[in-house]
């Protein structure tokens, strides 16, 4: 008996105390033990690890030590497995003139429908959050503190400023007529990428996009990051999709016709090539929109910009050995992204280098498609990236640190230097030796010529940040840094700063991390409502989305429990395979099910946390399933055609169940991007290190039809035993739990990291095209400067202004800078120097090649045998 709270803490514990093992008696343990206790009164325990709120019931009955536990009745009683149910949130909306949210209907006359919508949330509020709605609340959850009530209060207040948000964007629309018809055409093009799949918005996404609109049109409006928090699933990426479009077309029919409107970075290694295919249908959309509508410009075409690993950088003329070669026709194929055509949809898709244009093309074959050029709109090299500037960008976030390295990365922030007069070579950049005009073909003899449209406006519009909960820690502080130097550069270049949009899976300390990232503030859509699961938005119902299962193996390995979790999946279906009328007749399910059942429970997922983990159990599902498993391996190591090949039979499975796919053994590739609706089965090997990534890949599995998810705990572990003792609030509440972001822009040590990259960006986007030719030696360099009065201090000071260290706290950051750039300077004025090459001065070493080079790296030496 202890004590918590000033109540009584009874601790019961079941021991072993039988006979001790012997030759006679081998096994002494106890299975399938329970522990029940019945007709004691209790006072619930309280989940200390989350903050008190008034949304959230924090009272747990009873802690499971090694064991969960559930309710049965009157009595609390252990369990080796705990079992806890999502309801599956339904996306309508109360209202009492019920808005027409289908894309024709917003492509003909949008005003009406999403007045309606506006009404319906105001009056919604009325009654949801006016101060006698939350004194009902307050009585029902037998009396709030007094900051349960202020933050109640609060959040409220949050409330009515979303709404008088979406009733800004709903004026702007009224009186801006491009804005309109840029809305207008957005739906259309939405519907093109939808197929008929879905007719039209949930209201949250049609929310979002009319509060976003606010942002197109006002630069003040910069200054707040947007951050969608919605449920993984809930239509996140279609969201973003109708910002772009609407995006890309106002940037259209306002005098852009040419660069880039939006970026999108993704904190990934790989991209999902599912979520870039959805990119590329929206865009084609748009593209047929701005081709039908006669808009002028260039057309709308998605770049695809995760290079080296993933997609080619450059293609050379000469290759070196790994690099691609132009001669090899066996090259394209190697880096085919698409699955479709974006424009019919046809799976005719050919790969092809045209040496005329230096260009690696995706090409359709189908005849009767819209699109009557050769190569699709679509680039998955980055020089060409460079070279044509599609309007939306789609990559990962780690090809920031190319600010630092490439020229050519002006173009994400600003106008290229011109444009050749070879036909198809697109935009130039600085002046090389091998290319005197800044074309990046090689051996182009073409002259560099003006740009046609305003400098100003060839900055983006939108910088779009997926999964911003997973910018924590390092990479995140030396993000911080690299998105403060597109700003500076951006601005330098004479064009507001980027509108930023987020999505996240947390609300925790959201605003520290904007402010941190972006130097800006933050702000959440849509605003959750006063109680759990429900909201104006969405509210969870009682149909089945999820069953988790939570598994606490002991006396076996995990990787036998994950097995023989497998082989009874895969048993149970194929026993509906072989006898379907005994078993539809023993579940009650009628035989017309037979082929749904077999098509969307017949293949499971086996999710493991580290890539050993995934490895050990694609080993085992060959060697350890008594049964013919077609097994494959989805991780950041697996190549593009394997990928692109499963996924394509996940989509369209073969005619024969043997012949299909049965397991998917997947690391967090899958758990971003990736929307499957016959993915329903999941075995989780052990608990993500982040909350954030379990709700992220338990959300791979139910996307449409009732998942099961079986997580198996590594009860030996602290902190998984813990999470299985409260489970059921784990996965109830499992927002709360995702941690705070640990994130800090004024490290020293990052800073050391990141300076060289941030000056070298300076000197590539700015200085050299100021000088009018190439800053590649030590002397021009030095030259430059001292034609320009630049120097250290003044260096120094630009590079602090730039990264927002102009505060009493960041003295020792000024110092650093300072001194940093005395050393380099010092080198560069050096008439004895030795040191060539501008990217060799950095006092600190060489620039980051990518945003994660935080870890001192070291060599491996080996036997030259």
């Given at each position: 008996?202890?004590?918590?709270?000033?109540?009584?803490?009874?601790?019961?514990?079941?021991?072993?105390?039988?006979?001790?093992?012997?030759?006679?008696?081998?096994?002494?343990?106890?299975?399938?033990?329970?522990?029940?206790?019945?007709?004691?009164?209790?006072?619930?325990?309280?989940?200390?690890?989350?903050?008190?709120?008034?949304?959230?019931?924090?009272?747990?009955?009873?802690?499971?030590?090694?064991?969960?536990?559930?309710?049965?009745?009157?009595?609390?009683?252990?369990?080796?497995?705990?079992?806890?149910?999502?309801?599956?949130?339904?996306?309508?909306?109360?209202?009492?003139?019920?808005?027409?949210?289908?894309?024709?209907?917003?492509?003909?006359?949008?005003?009406?429908?999403?007045?309606?919508?506006?009404?319906?949330?105001?009056?919604?509020?009325?009654?949801?959050?006016?101060?006698?709605?939350?004194?009902?609340?307050?009585?029902?959850?037998?009396?709030?503190?007094?900051?349960?009530?202020?933050?109640?209060e609060s959040e409220a207040a949050k409330f009515d400023a979303e709404v008088t948000r979406l009733r800004r964007?709903?004026?702007?629309?009224?009186?801006?007529?491009?804005?309109?018809?840029?809305?207008?055409?957005?739906?259309?093009?939405?519907?093109?990428?939808?197929?008929?799949?879905?007719?039209?918005?949930?209201?949250?996404?049609?929310?979002?996009?009319?509060?976003?609109?606010?942002?197109?049109?006002?630069?003040?409006?910069?200054?707040?990051?947007?951050?969608?928090?919605?449920?993984?699933?809930?239509?996140?990426?279609?969201?973003?999709?109708?910002?772009?479009?609407?995006?890309?077309?106002?940037?259209?029919?306002?005098?852009?016709?040419?660069?880039?409107?939006?970026?999108?970075?993704?904190?990934?290694?790989?991209?999902?090539?599912?979520?870039?295919?959805?990119?590329?249908?929206?865009?084609?959309?748009?593209?047929?929109?701005?081709?039908?509508?006669?808009?002028?410009?260039?057309?709308?075409?998605?770049?695809?910009?995760?290079?080296?690993?993933?997609?080619?950088?450059?293609?050379?003329?000469?290759?070196?050995?790994?690099?691609?070669?132009?001669?090899?026709?066996?090259?394209?194929?190697?880096?085919?992204?698409?699955?479709?055509?974006?424009?019919?949809?046809?799976?005719?898709?050919?790969?092809?280098?045209?040496?005329?244009?230096?260009?690696?093309?995706?090409?359709?074959?189908?005849?009767?498609?819209?699109?009557?050029?050769?190569?699709?709109?679509?680039?998955?090299?980055?020089?060409?990236?460079?070279?044509?500037?599609?309007?939306?960008?789609?990559?990962?976030?780690?090809?920031?640190?190319?600010?630092?390295?490439?020229?050519?990365?002006?173009?994400?922030?600003?106008?290229?230097?011109?444009?050749?007069?070879?036909?198809?070579?697109?935009?130039?950049?600085?002046?090389?030796?091998?290319?005197?005009?800044?074309?990046?073909?090689?051996?182009?003899?073409?002259?560099?010529?003006?740009?046609?449209?305003?400098?100003?406006?060839?900055?983006?519009?939108?910088?779009?940040?997926?999964?911003?909960?997973?910018?924590?820690?390092?990479?995140?502080?030396?993000?911080?840094?690299?998105?403060?130097?597109?700003?500076?550069?951006?601005?330098?270049?004479?064009?507001?700063?980027?509108?930023?949009?987020?999505?996240?899976?947390?609300?925790?300390?959201?605003?520290?991390?904007?402010?941190?990232?972006?130097?800006?503030?933050?702000?959440?859509?849509?605003?959750?409502?006063?109680?759990?699961?429900?909201?104006?938005?969405?509210?969870?119902?009682?149909?089945?989305?999820?069953?988790?299962?939570?598994?606490?193996?002991?006396?076996?390995?995990?990787?036998?429990?994950?097995?023989?979790?497998?082989?009874?999946?895969?048993?149970?279906?194929?026993?509906?395979?072989?006898?379907?009328?005994?078993?539809?007749?023993?579940?009650?399910?009628?035989?017309?099910?037979?082929?749904?059942?077999?098509?969307?429970?017949?293949?499971?997922?086996?999710?493991?946390?580290?890539?050993?983990?995934?490895?050990?159990?694609?080993?085992?599902?060959?060697?350890?399933?008594?049964?013919?498993?077609?097994?494959?391996?989805?991780t950041g190591g697996t190549d593009f055609e394997t990928v692109r090949g499963t996924l394509r039979r996940l989509?369209?499975?073969?005619?024969?169940?043997?012949?299909?796919?049965?397991?998917?053994?997947?690391?967090?590739?899958?758990?971003?991007?990736?929307?499957?609706?016959?993915?329903?089965?999941?075995?989780?090997?052990?608990?993500?290190?982040?909350?954030?990534?379990?709700?992220?890949?338990?959300?791979?599995?139910?996307?449409?039809?009732?998942?099961?998810?079986?997580?198996?705990?590594?009860?030996?572990?602290?902190?998984?035993?813990?999470?299985?003792?409260?489970?059921?609030?784990?996965?109830?509440?499992?927002?709360?739990?995702?941690?705070?972001?640990?994130?800090?822009?004024?490290?020293?040590?990052?800073?050391?990291?990141?300076?060289?990259?941030?000056?070298?960006?300076?000197?590539?986007?700015?200085?050299?095209?100021?000088?009018?030719?190439?800053?590649?030696?030590?002397?021009?360099?030095?030259?430059?400067?001292?034609?320009?009065?630049?120097?250290?201090?003044?260096?120094?000071?630009?590079?602090?202004?730039?990264?927002?260290?102009?505060?009493?706290?960041?003295?020792?950051?000024?110092?650093?800078?300072?001194?940093?750039?005395?050393?380099?300077?010092?080198?560069?004025?050096?008439?004895?120097?030795?040191?060539?090459?501008?990217?060799?001065?950095?006092?600190?070493?060489?620039?980051?090649?990518?945003?994660?080079?935080?870890?001192?790296?070291?060599?491996?030496?080996?036997?030259?045998?």
């Amino acid at each position: 008996m202890e004590s918590w709270k000033d109540h009584p803490e009874l601790i019961i514990t079941l021991v072993n105390e039988g006979q001790e093992k012997s030759s006679t008696t081998p096994d002494t343990h106890l299975y399938e033990a329970t522990v029940a206790v019945t007709g004691l009164p209790t006072v619930p325990f309280e989940l200390e690890a989350l903050p008190e709120t008034f949304r959230y019931d924090r009272r747990v009955p009873a802690y499971g030590i090694n064991a969960g536990v559930e309710v049965v009745g009157e009595s609390l009683r252990t369990t080796d497995v705990v079992v806890t149910d999502r309801g599956r949130p339904l996306y309508s909306i109360e209202a009492a003139q019920t808005p027409d949210l289908t894309f024709a209907a917003l492509s003909s006359d949008p005003l009406p429908e999403i007045e309606k919508l506006i009404v319906a949330l105001e009056e919604w509020g009325s009654d949801n959050w006016s101060s006698s709605a939350l004194d009902d609340l307050d009585a029902l959850a037998d009396g709030w503190t007094p900051d349960m009530r202020a933050e109640a209060e609060s959040e409220a207040a949050k409330f009515d400023a979303e709404v008088t948000r979406l009733r800004r964007g709903l004026d702007l629309l009224a009186v801006d007529a491009q804005l309109l018809h840029a809305f207008k055409l957005a739906n259309e093009a939405i519907a093109h990428a939808a197929n008929g799949r879905y007719e039209g918005w949930r209201a949250f996404q049609l929310g979002f996009l009319v509060g976003a609109l606010v942002g197109l049109v006002d630069p003040a409006d910069a200054d707040t990051v947007d951050t969608v928090w919605f449920a993984t699933g809930g239509g996140k990426t279609e969201t973003y999709l109708g910002l772009l479009v609407t995006s890309v077309l106002y940037d259209r029919l306002t005098g852009k016709g040419e660069g880039i409107s939006a970026w999108s970075r993704f904190p990934l290694r790989m991209l999902s090539l599912q979520q870039t295919q959805r990119f590329a249908d929206a865009l084609a959309g748009a593209e047929l929109m701005r081709s039908r509508e006669g808009i002028q410009g260039t057309p709308i075409g998605l770049g695809f910009f995760v290079g080296k690993g993933g997609t080619p950088n450059a293609i050379a003329l000469e290759p070196k050995d790994g690099e691609p070669d132009p001669h090899d026709p066996n090259m394209p194929g190697e880096f085919q992204v698409l699955m479709r055509c974006p424009f019919c949809r046809s799976a005719e898709i050919d790969m092809c280098f045209d040496r005329a244009s230096w260009t690696l093309q995706h090409r359709c074959a189908n005849e009767a498609c819209p699109w009557e050029n050769d190569g699709l709109p679509f680039y998955v090299v980055d020089q060409e990236i460079y070279r044509f500037l599609p309007s939306v960008v789609v990559g990962t976030l780690d090809k920031a640190a190319l600010l630092g390295m490439q020229a050519a990365m002006r173009g994400f922030v600003g106008a290229p230097r011109g444009v050749c007069s070879r036909p198809g070579h697109g935009y130039c950049y600085s002046p090389r030796s091998a290319r005197p005009n800044g074309c990046l073909v090689p051996g182009c003899q073409g002259e560099r010529r003006n740009l046609s449209q305003p400098r100003e406006r060839w900055a983006p519009t939108l910088r779009l940040q997926d999964e911003l909960h997973l910018l924590r820690d390092s990479l995140g502080a030396v993000g911080s840094h690299y998105e403060a130097a597109l700003d500076h550069l951006q601005e330098e270049l004479g064009a507001r700063r980027a509108k930023v949009v987020a999505s996240s899976a947390t609300l925790t300390g959201f605003e520290r991390q904007v402010d941190v990232l972006y130097q800006r503030g933050g702000r959440v859509f849509p605003q959750p409502g006063p109680s759990a699961g429900r909201s104006f938005w969405s509210h969870e119902t009682p149909a089945l989305a999820r069953r988790f299962v939570a598994v606490a193996p002991r006396g076996v390995t995990m990787e036998f429990v994950s097995d023989r979790t497998l082989t009874v999946l895969q048993e149970s279906v194929r026993r509906l395979l072989d006898d379907p009328s005994g078993v539809c007749r023993e579940a009650g399910v009628d035989l017309s099910h037979v082929a749904h059942l077999l098509s969307n429970y017949g293949v499971n997922v086996v999710y493991g946390n580290t890539l050993r983990d995934v490895e050990a159990a694609r080993r085992s599902i060959d060697t350890q399933i008594p049964l013919e498993i077609q097994a494959e391996t989805l991780t950041g190591g697996t190549d593009f055609e394997t990928v692109r090949g499963t996924l394509r039979r996940l989509e369209t499975p073969e005619a024969q169940f043997q012949d299909r796919i049965h397991v998917i053994a997947a690391s967090s590739m899958l758990s971003h991007g990736v929307d499957i609706e016959r993915l329903n089965t999941m075995v989780m090997l052990g608990i993500p290190l982040t909350t954030a990534e379990f709700i992220q890949t338990t959300a791979r599995v139910g996307r449409r039809w009732p998942g099961l998810v079986y997580v198996l705990h590594r009860i030996g572990r602290e902190r998984e035993q813990a999470t299985f003792g409260q489970f059921d609030s784990y996965v109830r509440q499992g927002d709360r739990f995702v941690e705070p972001v640990p994130i800090t822009r004024r490290s020293r040590r990052v800073l050391a990291l990141t300076t060289s990259g941030i000056v070298e960006a300076r000197r590539l986007a700015l200085h050299e095209p100021r000088s009018g030719g190439a800053l590649t030696t030590v002397s021009r360099l030095r030259s430059y400067h001292q034609d320009n009065a630049t120097n250290a201090a003044s260096e120094a000071a630009a590079l602090a202004h730039a990264l927002g260290f102009d505060g009493p706290l960041d003295e020792m950051l000024t110092d650093d800078i300072a001194g940093w750039m005395h050393s380099y300077f010092s080198t560069l004025n050096d008439p004895a120097t030795t040191v060539r090459w501008p990217q060799d001065l950095s006092p600190s070493g060489p620039v980051m090649r990518s945003l994660r080079d935080v870890e001192e790296s070291a060599p491996v030496v080996g036997d030259e045998d």
